[in-house]
């Protein structure tokens, strides 16, 4: 079989570019976690995003207007928004626009934001996660998760 046509084997000259280019692959890990947040908001009339308490957005190193993934723990929906900022100390978790038909009051939700490492910077990576209570106050706060077993 003959080689692709633009196919050029690996030689002296160009295997530095190619080491170069494999150490630039990213992968997406988890960079922060709000885990078991109560949504004390939900307003579809808004215009959209989740508004989150600032403390707690400080708290796990999430940015406003950051892409956020929330995981409804209480009905199963999954979905992407972005945070923005909600008064510091309120407690406030307001998921608004769209987003506020896959979220009530009261409901459970672990919210979380992803980045992209390359291999050099996931060696060190250590994601903030950031636990909860039923009123958004932090609870604890630590860089891995228990192994889970049988």
Excluded at 109 to 122: H, L, R
């Amino acid at each position: 079989m003959a080689p692709a046509k633009n196919f050029k084997p690996v030689t002296s000259e160009n295997q530095q570019f190619i080491l170069q280019r494999v150490d630039s692959l990213q992968s997406l890990m988890l960079k922060a976690k709000l885990h078991k947040a109560c949504v004390s908001h939900a307003e579809l009339d808004y215009e959209g995003s989740c508004a989150i308490d600032g403390n707690l957005l400080d708290s796990a190193g999430i940015r406003e207007f950051e892409q956020i993934q929330i995981y409804n723990i209480s009905n199963g929906e999954r979905f992407t928004t972005y945070a923005i900022r909600a008064e510091s100390g309120s407690g406030i978790i307001s998921v608004n626009g769209a987003a506020a038909h896959k979220a009530n009051v009261g409901d459970k939700v672990i919210i979380c934001a992803f980045g992209s490492y390359t291999e050099a910077e996931m060696l060190n990576h250590k994601p903030k996660l950031v636990y909860l209570d039923e009123s958004n106050t932090i609870t604890r706060s630590s860089n891995n998760i228990p192994v889970q077993v049988a």
